[in-house]
């Protein structure tokens, strides 16, 4: 028996060095503040000294000092404490999506080795502290989704190694500051959704190694800097949301890399630029809500990897072009709240890859091609034909495009002019206006007539139709001389 006992004292693992009693106390602290006994996992957390470096989330170096600490999406809840800035060597900080609340302490402006710090999709609140501008090595700040207040503090501008700056989702407040350029490692800014104001600092042209840009939903003004034509790595663009006017600068047509582009809901105005055409790579075309006019540009049927092309909410005219249905990779083609005009284009048929097609409210007129039988990848309620002046004689293919639209029955908001018009003098007050009524009378609609004493208009409403069925109105009333009429269909 004494020799089985020596055997197995021989053979038992050597104890684990203590961490520095600081930090051991800080990990305490960090449990105690936030809840821990109520943690996802919490495994081994508040063992004896010694194990600190195999509770769940904390990584250790050689020395036994604690380098990493990830604990996000933990159900942490409550405040992060002081005694956090006592893990001297702490290089990755990670505590993001939790329930974390109240300030973020500026004893994490000791941690001097730290390169990551996410303590994102939490409840933080107050300012920034200007003392995070000490971790001169930080590559990776991320602060998205909490209640963060006031302007981005000067001291940022220390962080050289800053590669991700994420604050996003806040309510920061103050000016676009123009020392951002000079952090000239950044690859990805997400600004977005705060109160920032004023312009657009043209410095963020300096950024040549920057991928990813957003600073859509704050309240920036001016114009789109022409220098972002010197951001030749740029993948992604959002502006949407804010006051920018325009002209789009042309220097965005020389960024081959670019794949995102949204510029929506500001009130850039004049017509869409031929030069976006230039945009080879880009998926995503987002201009809506723009006060654009005018045509869409032949252009853009150079975009051959268009997957979204948003053109909703303009003043956009014309009609539909045919190059659309060249843009073989669309997924979501939404021009709704225009005024095109016109057929639909039978190509756009041939785009297999379609799942959403919206060009509700325009004036579209006319016999929808055959050709849309074909969208086999159209889901269900994501087509919206609604309020125009569109048909078929086709069941099957009313029947298709029914089982698509978004709101019901498409046919029953469509507005039709009737065919062939012809009037005659009934009597020498009145006249007989008589026309070739729509195929399609289900559902509520009638015609309305107007009459006016010159050509153009201004048109007098005279009166309506019980039904679609109606074929004739007699307009009463009148005194001897030329007339012209305005009869129209119209969803009652």
Same mark, same amino acid.
Request: aromatic share 6%; glycine share 12%.
């Given at each position: ?29 960090? +449990? ?7 943690? $996802? ?9 010694? !194990? ?14 604690? $380098?990493? /600490? ?18 001297? @060597? ?17 004893? &994490? ?34 602060? $998205?989704?909490?209640?963060? =207040?006031?302007? *981005? ?8 190694? *800053? ?8 309510? /920061? ?87 995102? /582009? ?9 017509? &869409? ?9 880009? !998926?995503?075309?987002?201009? &809506? ?27 956009? @005219? ?32 041939? *785009? ?32 919206? /034909? ?37 009037? =005659? ?6 006249? =007989? ?6 195929? +399609? =009378? @289900? ?7 107007? +009459? ?22 007699? &307009? ?17």
């Amino acid at each position: 028996m004494a020799l089985l006992v020596a055997g197995l004292m021989a053979t038992a693992a050597p104890l684990l060095a203590a961490i520095p009693a600081a930090e051991r106390q800080a990990l305490i602290d960090l +449990y105690n503040a936030t809840g821990g006994a109520s943690w $996802t996992d919490n495994t081994g957390w508040l063992g004896i000294a010694g !194990t600190e470096c195999s509770w769940h989330g904390v990584l250790c170096d050689s020395g036994a000092t604690v $380098t990493q /600490l990830h604990l996000q999406s933990n159900n942490l809840v409550g405040t992060i404490p002081s005694s956090l800035g006592d893990l001297s @060597s702490l290089v990755f900080l990670e505590l993001y999506h939790n329930d974390l609340s109240g300030p973020i302490p500026a004893s &994490i402006g000791q941690l001097s080795a730290m390169t990551e710090l996410s303590l994102a999709w939490n409840q933080l609140s107050g300012a920034i502290p200007a003392e995070l501008g000490n971790l001169t090595n930080l590559t990776h700040l991320q602060l $998205t989704a909490n209640q963060l =207040t006031g302007p *981005l503090p000067p001291a940022l501008a220390n962080l050289h190694s *800053l590669q991700w700056l994420t604050l996003s989702g806040n309510k /920061l407040d103050g000016a676009l500051p123009s020392w951002l350029g000079g952090l000239t490692a950044l690859t990805h800014v997400n600004l977005g959704s705060n109160q920032l104001t004023g312009p657009i600092p043209t410095e963020l042209g300096n950024l040549t190694d920057l991928e990813y840009l957003v600073l859509g939903w704050n309240t920036l003004g001016g114009t789109i800097p022409a220098s972002f034509g010197s951001l030749p790595s740029l993948v992604s663009l959002g502006l949407a949301g804010n006051q920018l006017t325009g002209p789009i600068p042309p220097e965005l047509g020389s960024l081959a890399s670019l794949r995102w /582009l949204d510029l929506s809901y500001n009130p850039l105005g004049g017509e &869409i630029p031929g030069f976006l055409g230039n945009l080879s790579a880009l !998926t995503t075309l987002k201009l &809506i809500g723009c006060q654009l006019s005018g045509a869409i540009p032949d252009e853009l049927g150079n975009l051959a990897n268009l997957q979204d092309l948003e053109l909703i909410d303009n003043e956009l @005219s014309g009609g539909l072009p045919f190059f659309l249905g060249n843009l073989s990779s669309l997924v979501t083609l939404d021009l709704s709240n225009n005024k095109f005009t016109g057929p639909m284009p039978s190509s756009l048929g041939g *785009l297999s890859a379609l799942e959403t097609l919206a060009v509700k409210e325009n004036a579209l007129v006319g016999e929808i091609p055959a050709s849309f039988a074909n969208l086999a990848n159209l889901e269900a309620g994501s087509l919206f /034909l609604t309020f125009n002046g569109l048909w078929t004689r086709d069941p099957a293919l009313a029947a298709f495009l029914d089982s698509k639209q978004h709101d019901g029955d498409w046919q029953s908001t469509q507005t039709v002019a009737p065919a062939g018009v012809p009037a =005659t003098a009934s009597s020498t007050t009145s006249v =007989t206006v008589s026309w070739t009524h729509i195929v +399609y =009378t @289900s559902d509520p609609g009638r015609y309305r007539v107007s +009459y006016a004493t010159s050509a153009g208009g201004p048109y007098a409403y005279f009166g309506g139709t019980a039904d679609k069925t109606a074929s004739s109105m007699e &307009i009463t009333g009148l005194t001897p001389g030329d007339y012209y009429g305005s009869s129209r269909g119209f969803r009652a």
